[in-house]
Every structure is written in C-alpha cells, then in structure tokens.
C-alpha cells in the first residue's frame, strides 16, 4: 500500500488488478469476456477471490484478546460443528467442513464468537487443512494459555471430487492437542462429546 493512498483506494487498486488478470484468464480459455454474461464476471470473481482470502489482512490475536474475560472456570469449554470454507493452496478450489475446537480456560475465558471468527481468519487464506488446524490451535494456546487446547478439522476436498482422483465423499480428519489435551482421558472425553448430540 503506498503511503499517499487510503485504504480505500489500496483496495479499488487491488479489486482492478484482480480483475485484469481474471479477464486475462477468462479470454485464455476460449471466452468471449465482452458477452453478456460475462462482462461483470472478472470484478465479481476478484471481489470474490479478495473476500476468501480476507484472513491475511485480519488479526486473530487481536480479535481473541478483544473479549478475554477473567473468570475462574476450569471445566471443558466446547464449540462443535462449526462450518468452515477455505482454499487450498495447491489448486485454489476449496475445502470444506466443519471445525471442533474445546479448551479448558485457565484464569480467562473468551468470547464465544470469538472462536469461530478466528476459525474464519485463518480458513480464509490459501491453506492445507494439517496448517490450517495447527494455526488454529497455536493462535488458542499461545493467545489465551489455557490448561488446555483441541482442535479437529473434517473436511472435503473440492480438488479430490471435481478433478484429480475424483472421490466424492472422502472425508480428511486433522486434529490438534496442548496442555490437558495431551492426556488420553481428557481427549477421550472430547472426542466423545464432538460426537454425541448432548454437548
Ligand atoms: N496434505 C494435504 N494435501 C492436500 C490438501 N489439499 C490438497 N492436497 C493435495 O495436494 C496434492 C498436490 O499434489 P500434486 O501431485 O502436486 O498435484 P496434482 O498433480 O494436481 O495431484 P492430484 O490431485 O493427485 O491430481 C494432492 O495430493 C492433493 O490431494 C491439504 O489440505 N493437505
Ligand atoms: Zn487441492
């Protein structure tokens, strides 16, 4: 961003070179970028691409230490099924599915929605799912040190199902454990409760 623009014009900048370059595409596959249909296309699918890879230009610290709350809880705090849409970096199709993420406070506790929003901040960058979880996981622990921290990822692949190996419902698991989480009984409890409808 150059010192004399405002971020509003840095972002116009970036939403036209974006858009040049998708004409480009657009034309080097055999379309006629000036018919109807088209013509909006390259600035829709570069405010698109700039909205799914919003993540770099977002704070997750920031945002998890905006709503830390002092508090003396210190049993299991559980967020499950919590969707996620990201990209990944060696094709730029997406990978999609849900995120579960547990951690047992230690002095604070945080926002709730804060948790989700952090998921978003790192799911919106081009990414592997194993990265993506560890992000997830590391930003937790180092941000909050809590007593403990899990995150489990499933997710599919657009890039195994529309092309390539071409596998409709394979499902990847990642996941990831600090602190108490470490310990068998405590992950086992957490696992449980991910998949049980009580939680
Ligand atoms: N570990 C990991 N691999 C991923 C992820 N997303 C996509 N991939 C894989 O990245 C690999 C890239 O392999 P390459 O052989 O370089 O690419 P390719 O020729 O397009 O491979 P195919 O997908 O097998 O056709 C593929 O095996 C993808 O399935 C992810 O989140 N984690
Ligand atoms: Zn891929």
Do not use: W
């Amino acid at each position: 961003m150059a010192p004399y623009q405002s971020l509003e014009e840095y972002n116009i900048d970036i939403t036209n070179d974006v858009k040049e370059r998708y004409e480009r595409i657009i034309d080097e596959i055999g379309e006629d970028v000036s018919r109807e249909g088209l013509v909006k296309t390259p600035e829709r699918a570069a405010k698109a691409m700039l909205f799914l890879t919003q993540g770099y230009k977002q704070n997750a610290v920031e945002i998890l230490k905006g709503a830390m709350f002092k508090e003396s809880y210190d049993e299991m705090v559980i967020i499950k099924d919590i969707e996620l849409y990201s990209l990944c970096e060696h094709h730029m199709l997406p990978f999609f599915g849900k995120a579960h993420i547990a951690y047992i406070p230690n002095g604070y506790i945080v926002g709730l929605s804060k948790i989700p929003r952090i998921v978003d901040v790192f799911a919106r960058r081009l990414q592997v799912q194993e990265r993506l979880t560890h992000d997830i996981l590391e930003c937790l622990n180092n941000t909050l040190k809590p007593q403990g921290v899990a995150v489990v990822i499933e997710a599919s692949h657009m890039c195994m199902m529309m092309r390539g190996v071409q596998k409709q419902n394979s499902v990847t698991t990642t996941s990831g454990f600090r602190g108490q989480f470490e310990k068998i009984e405590t992950r086992n409890e957490f696992l449980k409760l991910i998949s049980s409808n009580l939680s």
